[in-house]
């Protein structure tokens, strides 16, 4: 290695200090040591030494070279979506090394030694991790442990020479195992708090690397994930929160059935393993199976007539996401345009038990919810209140038919006793204040429409709930009070529909190929 002069200054006591900015591009890759983990933008390394004939001062300067190398080659893997194969071993090894850097530095303070120089931001205080991961562990929460851990342990393991995704199909095992070290660090050190032993365990050694998964070409390798990631952070086409949850919603489970594969690897093939097992996972899924995968859902679940799957809708909405993002791949060349898009939307569900409304597009739907009526809670008479604004988000985020929404009640709303979550059922049993019987209709197979599932999560973001106990309170029957029967075959949503199509044309709205 032929030594590197030209970055070499002296400090206020003329010490020789290798000092070497990072490319800038490569920056918001390098985590920094801070709390605020901004990115590196330089590495310095003092040679302890003012001048480089003193012993073992080229030796230094030799191995701030290779750090600075090692750390831009990692933040070029970063940069390029090529990522580390998350195995057993590699993961035993972060989680390990984590509960030894730290068990490691609180013995050194105990006994009045300097603890080793952090490569890395600390978590946060054991004991308040400790809290934290122990509930999340005890409620089998994975959602929240990678929620708590993702950013952080990318980071830690940036540190140790590792690049992993975080959106990997395996990040979920690393997040427990970290969590569980976590817990075991601070019990080891509540134990040395009582004057009993608590020993540091031995540095683990890494596992090996093997070829294989180092290094990959990003043209070959780049995975549907990262390319999600690089379209959700876009700042000149930037994406709306439904649109990203939608997203990140279609990729896990994706992920479920196939991990995080590379775009060239996937097929056909693969898609329609991935609908299969979509399609049996249950609409409401109880507590108990809530880090469960697909595939385990499907066979906890086999055979059992009573549970509710998902819906068509429901399949159509996952498929239409991971079909968006590759469409947008193409157009921004990151996936050669003669690929076919294996996420074209299938034939076998085009149609389905559930009569479905024309397909709008992205653009289409923006300008819809961009109307007074969402934008700024404008309640036109003739839109009979609030059913202008819930029945289309109904509509929208559940799939249900519109005369369904239309002739819900309050009492259609319940809250699940031991999970807590807020079910809707759709059902043609009880009286509607104004229709009378509800009707629900039958399909080709003579199965009836009645169904429970779980309420969307954006629309208790947006206040359904909310709205729900309000009516309730002020002892109303209806979902939609101010709705009328206006037609020979007593259907209510007429009484809105109409107003709704020249509403639209007053505002301006044009949707192509809809008929309006």
């Known amino acids: 290695m032929i030594m590197d002069i030209e970055h070499l200054r002296t400090d206020a006591n003329g010490i020789l200090v290798y000092r070497r900015k990072f490319p800038r591009a490569l920056v918001p890759h390098i985590p920094s040591r801070s709390p605020t983990g901004r990115g590196r933008v330089e590495l310095k390394v003092s040679l302890r030494a003012k001048s480089l004939s003193t012993p073992g001062a080229t030796e230094r300067l030799r191995a701030a070279q290779a750090e600075f190398d090692a750390i831009v080659e990692v933040a070029q893997r970063r940069a390029n979506h090529s990522y580390d194969v998350l195995t057993d071993a590699l993961v035993d090894f972060l989680a390990q090394t984590y509960k030894h850097d730290l068990l490691d530095g609180d013995d050194a303070i105990r006994w009045g030694r300097r603890p080793a120089p952090a490569t890395y931001a600390s978590r946060g205080a054991p004991e308040e991790v400790y809290d934290d991961c122990r509930e999340m562990l005890e409620d089998y929460d994975a959602s929240g442990l990678v929620a708590y851990w993702?950013?952080?342990?990318?980071?830690f393991a940036l540190a140790e020479g590792y690049v992993i995704d975080p959106h990997g199909l395996r990040l979920p095992d690393?997040?427990?195992?970290?969590?569980?070290?976590?817990?075991?660090?601070w019990l080891s050190i509540d134990r040395r708090v009582d004057g009993k032993t608590a020993d540091t365990p031995q540095k683990p050694t890494s596992p090996d690397k093997p070829d294989t998964t180092r290094i990959m070409s990003a043209a070959d390798q780049i995975t549907l994930s990262a390319i999600a990631e690089e379209l959700m952070t876009s700042k000149v086409s930037p994406l709306g929160q439904s649109t990203i949850q939608s997203w990140s919603t279609a990729l896990r489970f994706f992920s479920e059935v196939h991990g995080n594969p590379p775009v060239n690897s996937i097929d056909r093939r693969m898609v329609s393993e991935w609908l299969e097992l979509l399609a049996q996972r249950p609409a409401a899924v109880p507590k108990a199976g809530r880090n469960l995968t697909l595939a385990e859902l499907a066979a906890r679940h086999e055979g059992d007539e009573e549970i509710t799957r998902v819906s068509r809708k429901t399949l159509r909405g996952h498929l239409a996401s991971l079909a968006t993002i590759w469409n947008k791949a193409v157009d921004r060349g990151i996936i050669v345009e003669d690929r076919a898009n294996p996420f074209k939307a299938r034939k076998e569900l085009a149609g389905g038990d559930i009569d479905q409304g024309p397909e709008f597009t992205?653009?289409?739907?923006k300008a819809l919810f961009d109307l007074p009526v969402f934008a700024t809670g404008d309640r036109p008479t003739r839109g009979r209140g609030d059913a202008?604004?819930?029945?289309?988000?109904?509509?929208?985020w559940t799939g249900i038919r519109p005369e369904e929404a239309a002739q819900l009640m309050v009492t259609d709303f319940e809250q699940d006793d031991d999970t807590g979550t807020w079910l809707l059922t759709i059902t043609d049993e009880g009286m509607h204040p104004v229709k009378g019987a509800r009707n629900l209709k039958t399909d080709r197979h003579g199965t009836s429409g009645r169904r429970t599932f779980a309420v969307p999560q954006e629309l208790k973001r947006l206040g359904l709930i909310d709205y729900?106990?309000?009516?309730?309170?002020?002892?109303?029957?209806?979902l939609f009070p101010l709705l009328t029967v206006k037609n020979k075959r007593g259907h209510l949503y007429s009484s809105v529909s109409e107003w709704w199509g020249q509403y639209i044309r007053e505002q301006g709205v044009v949707l192509e190929g809809h008929g309006r």
């Open 150 to 155: 993702r950013d952080w342990a990318c980071d």
């Open 174 to 185: 690393l997040c427990r195992a970290l969590a569980q070290a976590a817990c075991e660090t």
């Open 362 to 365: 992205m653009s289409e739907l």
């Open 388 to 396: 202008c604004y819930w029945m289309p988000l109904l509509l929208l």
């Open 468 to 478: 729900v106990t309000h009516l309730r309170a002020e002892g109303e029957l209806a």
